[in-house]
């Protein structure tokens, strides 16, 4: 329940009628800052609540561009630029047809907190477009991202925002939006992250989200005690983040059991076998249930939502936002879930993380969890500022290392603010210290 931020809650929801996600996002949030609000109210007096939830700059565009039936298609594209207090402004781009001002708003006011918990120097923002890339040509994708490009690119760059991809958003469109902000712009520099390895990509960017979901989990069971080896697990969705989540919890002795896809989902009692589905989901770009084909004593079912049903010691949901809702969070609670972290974003709806709080699961969101991704990209600026290139074990090292520092801090915050074990208050207190006092330095800007 809100309090001493209640009018902050009051007025974000006049300005932005009808964007239940951003609202959805901004009020939890403000739900764990109630006790920051009295402990430190210097971020009152210097209102620092009611400028966090307001984004610097909001970017919406016409992206027209032609198919390969010679006709004029157009898409409208997005970029908030919402916080850079801490540094440009980072965070990803989603090509989906669901997305719209509400969706990344949300994605971008989570992005803030996100990159500030890596300890790396990165603000938030987040962008996309309702372009659906499912069943076009490489060559309608690329016209696309050039179009998208031929705009974006006078509203970023290395030292002001620096975009990376989503979902909808791999090395394929990244590598097209690169080659046209620098055809445009005649500069070769980090712009992008996610970038192909031959020009300026980091090792180990495409695990990272999925094994920096898996680095924190780990950390997570042992500080009580338990750790992934002999668990059962279920991850939902089947792309970047859930794959290389399945890869990394099955090398740490779980057995994944089950992925979906927006369609529906897979289960295969003897563990997942990930060559089929990299074949299927990155070569292929094909559907999920064709892994039944492959190995036929898996299963198939209709209905992403269903995958919950499937008892599991540990859930990692890697879809999408509210994908888990309530009666899905009583379904886990029952058949004895011990764990939940998530590596898409805002993938539990309220009521699904009050049911997962309430019995006492373990859960981390997805700020915290899944920020290994926004890290690494954070490490591929790094390496393009010093023009060099770090081996895969280092990235990698150092990304277990940033995940274990997260947990940590997730944790002692939650401590120092009388919450023990609530790591949604730990990750949004901590995240919000570190960018509440930039912006304290920084004055009324
Ligand atoms: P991908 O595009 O690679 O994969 C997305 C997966 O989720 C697909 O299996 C897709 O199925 C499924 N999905 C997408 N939309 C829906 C929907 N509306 N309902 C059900 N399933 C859906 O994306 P990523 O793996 O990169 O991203 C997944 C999540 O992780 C997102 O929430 C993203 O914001 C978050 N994330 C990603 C990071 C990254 O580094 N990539 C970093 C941090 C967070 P289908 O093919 O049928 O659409």
Same mark, same amino acid.
């Given at each position: 329940?809100?309090?001493? #931020?209640?009018?902050?809650?009051?007025?974000?929801?006049?300005?932005?009628?009808?964007?239940? @996600?951003?609202?959805?996002?901004?009020?939890?949030? *403000?739900?764990?800052?109630?006790?920051?609000?009295?402990? +430190?109210? @210097? $971020?009152?007096?210097?209102?620092?609540?009611?400028?966090?939830?307001?984004?610097?700059?909001?970017?919406? $565009?016409?992206?027209?561009?032609?198919?390969?039936?010679?006709?004029?298609?157009?898409?409208?594209?997005?970029?908030?630029? $919402?916080?850079?207090?801490?540094?440009?402004?980072? !965070? !990803?781009?989603? =090509?989906?047809?669901?997305?719209?001002?509400?969706?990344?708003?949300?994605? !971008? =006011?989570?992005?803030?907190?996100? +990159?500030? *918990?890596?300890?790396?120097?990165?603000?938030?923002?987040? %962008?996309?477009?309702?372009?659906?890339?499912?069943?076009?040509?490489?060559?309608?994708?690329?016209?696309?991202?050039?179009?998208?490009?031929?705009? *974006?690119?006078?509203?970023?760059?290395? $030292?002001?925002?620096?975009?990376? %991809?989503?979902?909808?958003?791999?090395?394929?469109?990244?590598?097209?939006?690169?080659?046209?902000?620098? /055809?445009?712009?005649?500069?070769?520099?980090?712009?992008?992250?996610? /970038?192909?390895?031959?020009?300026?990509? &980091?090792?180990?960017?495409?695990?990272?989200?999925?094994?920096? #979901?898996?680095?924190?989990?780990?950390?997570?069971?042992?500080?009580?005690? &338990?750790?992934?080896? %002999?668990?059962?697990?279920?991850?939902?969705?089947?792309?970047?983040?859930?794959?290389?989540?399945?890869?990394?919890?099955?090398?740490?002795?779980?057995?994944?059991?089950?992925?979906?896809?927006?369609?529906?989902?897979?289960?295969?009692?003897?563990?997942? +076998?990930?060559?089929?589905?990299?074949?299927?989901?990155?070569?292929?770009?094909?559907?999920?249930?064709?892994?039944?084909?492959?190995?036929?004593?898996?299963?198939?079912? @209709?209905?992403?939502?269903?995958?919950?049903?499937?008892?599991?010691?540990?859930?990692?949901?890697?879809?999408?936002?509210?994908?888990?809702?309530?009666?899905?969070?009583?379904?886990?609670?029952?058949? %004895?879930?011990?764990?939940?972290?998530?590596?898409?974003?805002?993938?539990?709806?309220?009521?699904?993380?009050?049911?997962?709080?309430? +019995?006492?699961? *373990?859960?981390?969101?997805?700020?915290? &969890?899944?920020?290994?991704?926004?890290?690494?990209?954070?490490?591929?600026?790094?390496?393009? &500022?010093?023009?060099?290139?770090?081996?895969?074990?280092?990235?990698?090292?150092?990304?277990?290392?940033?995940?274990?520092?997260?947990?940590?801090?997730?944790?002692?915050?939650?401590?120092?603010?009388?919450?023990?074990?609530?790591?949604?208050?730990?990750?949004?207190?901590?995240? =919000?210290?570190?960018?509440?006092?930039?912006? #304290?330095?920084?004055?009324?800007?």
């Amino acid at each position: 329940m809100l309090n001493k #931020l209640q009018y902050v809650m009051d007025m974000v929801e006049k300005r932005n009628p009808n964007e239940p @996600e951003f609202l959805q996002a901004v009020e939890e949030v *403000l739900e764990s800052l109630e006790v920051v609000a009295t402990k +430190n109210p @210097e $971020f009152l007096d210097a209102g620092i609540f009611e400028r966090i939830v307001e984004p610097e700059r909001q970017i919406f $565009f016409r992206v027209p561009w032609v198919d390969d039936n010679g006709k004029v298609q157009v898409n409208r594209g997005f970029r908030i630029q $919402f916080n850079s207090a801490i540094g440009p402004y980072k !965070g !990803g781009l989603r =090509f989906h047809p669901s997305v719209n001002a509400s969706i990344i708003k949300f994605l !971008g =006011f989570e992005q803030i907190f996100k +990159n500030a *918990l890596t300890t790396l120097p990165m603000g938030g923002g987040k %962008g996309g477009c309702d372009f659906d890339p499912k069943g076009k040509s490489d060559a309608e994708v690329m016209r696309f991202c050039q179009s998208f490009m031929s705009e *974006l690119n006078r509203h970023i760059g290395q $030292f002001t925002d620096v975009p990376a %991809g989503d979902i909808g958003v791999g090395a394929r469109e990244i590598g097209f939006m690169y080659g046209q902000y620098k /055809k445009i712009r005649n500069e070769s520099v980090g712009v992008l992250t996610g /970038k192909g390895l031959q020009y300026g990509g &980091s090792l180990a960017r495409t695990e990272a989200t999925g094994y920096g #979901l898996c680095y924190l989990t780990e950390a997570m069971l042992n500080d009580h005690g &338990s750790s992934f080896a %002999g668990k059962t697990v279920v991850v939902s969705g089947s792309g970047n983040v859930a794959i290389y989540a399945t890869q990394k919890a099955t090398e740490m002795g779980a057995k994944v059991v089950a992925l979906s896809d927006s369609a529906g989902y897979i289960y295969d009692e003897n563990g997942i +076998n990930l060559d089929v589905v990299k074949d299927i989901k990155e070569v292929r770009r094909a559907r999920i249930k064709e892994y039944v084909d492959a190995v036929p004593t898996a299963t198939y079912t @209709e209905g992403c939502a269903g995958i919950w049903n499937i008892p599991c010691d540990v859930a990692m949901p890697c879809a999408t936002q509210n994908e888990l809702n309530e009666e899905a969070a009583k379904t886990l609670v029952k058949n %004895g879930v011990k764990a939940i972290t998530e590596g898409a974003n805002m993938p539990c709806t309220p009521e699904a993380v009050s049911i997962i709080q309430a +019995n006492n699961v *373990l859960y981390v969101p997805g700020k915290a &969890s899944n920020a290994g991704g926004v890290a690494v990209s954070g490490l591929e600026m790094s390496q393009n &500022s010093l023009r060099l290139s770090w081996t895969f074990e280092d990235v990698d090292a150092r990304l277990k290392a940033i995940m274990e520092e997260i947990y940590a801090n997730i944790s002692t915050t939650a401590k120092e603010y009388g919450l023990e074990g609530d790591y949604v208050a730990g990750a949004n207190i901590a995240g =919000f210290l570190k960018v509440a006092r930039a912006m #304290l330095a920084q004055g009324v800007i």
